[in-house]
């Protein structure tokens, strides 16, 4: 059974950066993508980033270029989202999921989701 677990998620300062960490098991193929993904309130989910060995990575969301990337250790089958010069336009509940082979920013195509991780903002 695939299982994803987030972290890192908390409280943090305008301009301040976290670093989210999605924690992969019961993978059978080494051929798979992890997406994150992020629900602000009232909002739909929307596609972030995403890794796979096949296609390296892919922004989904423009706002994030720049302040955002995605890394992978294998080692530990963990992919990291590290989230800088952030701002309350940022803070949502932030899932990793994962699907097979190739990347998508589409949360339909995505099987197996963490329980996410929220990410809050103090004045």
């Known amino acids: 059974q695939v299982q994803l677990v987030e972290s890192g998620g908390g409280l943090v300062q305008p301009g301040g950066s976290l670093r989210l960490s999605c924690a992969a098991s019961?993978?059978?193929?080494?051929?798979?993508?992890i997406g994150w993904f992020r629900q602000a309130p009232g909002k739909e989910r929307e596609g972030v980033l995403c890794?796979?060995?096949?296609?390296?990575?892919?922004y989904y969301a423009d706002s994030v270029k720049g302040r955002f990337t995605i890394s992978r250790d294998k080692d530990k089958n963990t992919v990291y989202l590290q989230m800088n010069s952030l701002n309350p336009g940022y803070m949502a509940v932030y899932y990793c999921a994962t699907k097979d082979v190739l990347c998508s920013g589409y949360v339909q195509h995505y099987r197996y989701w963490g329980q996410g991780t929220q990410v809050t903002f103090s004045s």
């Open positions: 890794i796979s060995s096949a296609d390296g990575y892919t």
């Open positions: 019961g993978f059978t193929s080494d051929y798979y993508a």
